[in-house]
Each structure stands twice: as C-alpha cells, then as structure tokens.
C-alpha cells in the first residue's frame, strides 16, 4: 500500500499527468465540442482531423466532448488524488517540522548543518545576547535557552505549497462540478422575439426578449463587434426577493467580451445570423421569408428558394451573406441572374417583379449556468496567494556558547535563497564582533 501511494504521488507521475491534461485540453480547444454526431461524420469522412481522427474515431474517444468525458474526468481525479497525497506526505510534515522548534546541544550537531560558523569572543553569553538583540531587529523569531538560541523567519514559505496544492484540487473540483451540474443553451433571437427560461420544476423564471441587435462592420464589411440589447423581465413573484443585480424589468446591452451576468447564469453574445427576408413579389404584400444557412455556397451564406410561376415551376435561389445586402439571384442552373439591394428598385425575373424591403439579422446568445465557477475562482486565489507565499525563503539558525573555549558556534539552514543566507551569517557575527 505504501508502495502504491508512493508511486501515485510521485512528482514524474504527476508532471505527466498534468501534460496529458494539458494536451487533451488543446484538442478539446481546437476541436468544436458537443457537436451532432452526424456534423463529425460529415466533416472528417474524407479529410481526417489533423491527418489521425476520422468523424467515427472521434466520437469513439469522446473528443466529441473532450471535458467531460470519462477519460478526462479520472486523469482529472487521479491528478487530485495525487495533490491530496503529496501534502499529507510531504508538504504537511515539512510545515510541521518548521513549526516545532528544534534545539541543539551540541556544537558538533551544527557543524553538520548547511551553514555552519564558529566565533571566537571573550563574552560567549554577551555575543548570544547580542546576536539576539540583532536577529529581533531583524524581524526573526528567537527562542533562547542556557548557553543555547534557536530563530527562525519567512515561516509563512512553508504554508505556500499547501496552499498552491489546495487551490489547484478546488480549481479541479470546480470545474467538474461544472461539467456534471452545469447547464448550457444556445439560442439564435430575432429582435422583437423572446425566450421564456424555465427552473427545474418546469416554471418560467426570466423572459428574455430582444429588442434590438446591431451588427458593427468596418469599411471593408468585414464584423467588428455584436451587440444585442436585452429586455429581462423576472417572471418569478414579485414579493420574493430578486436574486441578482437585475431590477424586476430591465435593459441591458451585451456585446462580444461583454456578457451579462444574473442569478447565477451568464449570457454570452456568441454569434450572429441572418433570420428572414422581406420581399415583395409583383403587387402582392410584403412576404417575410425564413432564410436557411447555405454552407454549400460558402461560409455563412443564407438563403430562400422562391418558384417563379404559380405552378411552382422555375424556381429561384435568393443568396445572401450580409444583413446590408446585396442579394444575389440564381437559377437551378446556378446562374446568376441578378442582384437586388435591401430597400432598393425591384427586378423582373421570369416574367416577375422582385423586390428585397429588408433583412432581419438574428443574435446568436449563449445561456451558460455554471456553479463551479466561485469554486474556480476561490481555488485560482488559494493557488495565487500559496504561489506568493512559496517564494519567501524559510530560514533557521542556531547558536551554541562554549564558555570554557570561549567560542560560539553558529550554523543555520533554509530552503531557497542560500547564497545570500550564506551573506548574511558572516554579516551577523562581524556585528558582534564591533560590539
């Protein structure tokens, strides 16, 4: 059994489980996740995700949904169980150790420590009293007996470890409680339409409508910024408390890098597409259409197949890739016919007038609740506070009076920082010496 945790908690083992880690993250990053299976099958048949994982391959090794597949659950648990082991080991005896105050007698028991110096004087007690008086100023703590002195500084470097090993387990367990606990929906939102959100017992809890949705470009036409204004309305009763910032009907704009947060739920502006288009044929009424992605023609290209004729006979394809237009028109030939501008003059095509009034763009938001996050969060400052603390140098010195040689023997150990320790001592024992 000893054996086993030795080897579970060994510093080699954990280094190569946090590089598996590590790179199964990268695939996870680079490879779209939680994808229809049949989206995987489609997009890796002929070309192989970098070169190895066919559409079949991937769903098989769960790459489909890298974070929580079993696989990186278990190297995720086995890594913690390794932390928790290292500093029930390790890092908690070594702060034991520093706490306990360790008292030599004999001046041959220095002389074997990492530093050790030996003082000639014709006051042995006086030059311990005053390499105590020296060491307090210093900021160390001293704990003097009979002919003997025991000191110690920078304590706190030994809670460092602990404290690292602690934050990385809580960074652990929070992400896992939110891949198991946590909810995610994405959702494309037209303006003027609303999404009613619902609790676990299948009550609606928030309606969320959008008002508005803007799409910023530059002069090219190329995006540079989504921004959907939100209208919430908590649908709970008004008498109960509203959980949140948000007041009980509210407005709020979101945009790329800008999320809204409320109640424990994160909106994310996550996308854009394009919903509907406005036409009118010949003199009938404006007809608003639903556009579908054509990824066929190209990336994000949206469009709406019209018949020409009564019959249903001479069907055209209406093309478009920006809510400003222009819409291109195409036969079952694929030739190109035309193009109309939102807003502008109509086209005859086939013996009939068109005429394209708008396009309605759609916002892509991502609804992601998510309860390990105060966990993740609590666990990075544990992690950077314990890091901060690892890098002060944990320092002990000793002092043994010889009154019959009339020497006192110094010698001292730390942790980091031992060339300038290695300064230091000398420095002590030239100032007593000036004494």
């Known amino acids: ?24 993250s990268g695939l996870g990053t680079a490879l779209p996740q939680k994808e229809s299976a049949e989206s995987y099958q489609e997009a890796y048949a002929l070309f192989p995700w970098l070169g190895l994982f066919s559409g079949e391959s991937i769903l098989q090794l769960e790459l489909d949904h890298v974070y929580s597949s079993d696989w990186f659950l278990t190297l995720l648990a086995w890594l913690g169980i390794a932390l928790i ?11 034991q150790a520093t706490l306990r105050w360790i008292d030599y007698k004999y001046p041959r028991q220095l002389s074997k420590l990492a530093l050790a110096e030996t003082m000639i004087t014709s006051d042995p007690n006086g030059s311990l009293q005053r390499l105590e008086e020296l060491l307090k100023e210093k900021g160390w703590q001293v704990r003097i007996k009979q002919k003997r002195l025991a000191a110690r500084r920078g304590i706190a470097g030994r809670v460092g470890p602990l404290l690292v090993h602690t934050g ?18 994405e959702r494309f939102l037209a303006p003027g339409r609303e999404l009613e959100l619902l609790n676990s017992h299948g009550k609606s809890q928030l309606n969320i409508a959008l008002e508005n949705f ?36 509210s407005r709020y704009e979101i945009s790329v890098n ?10 994310y502006q996550a996308d854009w597409s394009l919903a509907a288009i406005t036409v009118q044929l010949g003199h009938s009424p404006r007809l608003q259409l639903p556009l579908e992605e054509f990824p066929q023609l190209g990336n994000q290209v949206w469009g709406v197949v019209l018949p020409t004729n009564p019959d249903g006979s001479n069907p055209i394809l209406l093309a478009v890739s920006s809510e400003r237009g222009p819409v291109e028109i195409f036969d079952a030939n694929a030739s190109n016919l035309g193009r109309l501008n939102p807003g502008g003059e109509s086209l005859e095509i086939n013996g009939l007038s068109i005429r394209v009034e708008s396009i309605l763009p759609a916002s892509g938001l991502l609804f992601k609740r998510d309860p390990g996050v105060p966990l ?6 544990v992690a950077l506070l314990g890091g901060s603390l690892s890098l002060i140098a944990t320092r002990q010195l000793w002092a043994i009076a010889e009154l019959t040689q009339r020497r006192v023997h110094i010698g001292g150990l730390c942790n980091r920082g031992f060339t300038s320790f290695a300064y230091e001592l000398p420095e002590f024992i030239s100032k007593i010496q000036q004494v």
């Not at 082991?85 to 702060?95: F, K, M, N, V, Y």
């Not at 800008?258 to 909106?267: D, I, K, Q, S, W």
């Not at 993740?376 to 400052?381: D, I």
Request: positive net charge.
């Open 1 to 24: 059994m000893k054996y086993i945790l030795k080897w579970i908690s060994n510093l080699r083992v954990a280094i190569f489980l946090l590089l598996i880690i590590a790179t199964a």
């Open 85 to 95: 082991i290292c500093s029930w080991r390790r890092q908690w005896p070594a702060l």
């Open 168 to 185: 990385l387990i809580l960074i652990m367990l929070g992400a896992v409680w939110g891949v198991l606990g946590g909810h995610r929906l």
């Open 214 to 249: 803007q799409i910023d470009r530059d002069p090219a036409g190329r995006t540079e910024q989504y921004r959907s204004m939100l209208r919430l309305r908590d649908t709970k009763k008004t008498n109960q408390a509203n959980v949140g910032y948000l007041r009980h009907d």
């Open 258 to 267: 800008h999320p809204l947060r409320y109640g424990g739920m994160t909106v």
């Open 376 to 381: 993740v969060y609590t666990g990075f400052a």
